[in-house]
């Protein structure tokens, strides 16, 4: 799963527009920036707040923040 790191709010991510054009098989990506938890399924597009980013490393490693996120990727109103 790709992710981007921004360092203000969002922009236009044009390299990870680009990746996800060329490789259907990546189901969605990733956005680590200043802005809020939020989504554009559409574009394939999850945004999460910098300060979770050790959420995301949880949930690889099975960790209990990683559970957490698995959460809250599922439900935005369990997100903190």
Do not use: T, W
Request: aromatic share 6%.
């Amino acid at each position: 799963q790709p992710i981007e790191v921004k360092s203000g709010a969002a922009g236009r991510l044009k390299s990870l527009h680009q990746l996800l054009k060329e490789s259907p098989s990546v189901n969605d990506a990733i956005v680590l920036s200043s802005a809020q938890f939020g989504e554009m399924p559409e574009q394939r597009l999850r945004f999460i707040p910098i300060y979770f980013a050790g959420a995301i490393v949880g949930d690889i490693a099975g960790s209990r923040f990683g559970r957490h996120n698995r959460m809250c990727r599922d439900d935005l109103s369990l997100c903190p």
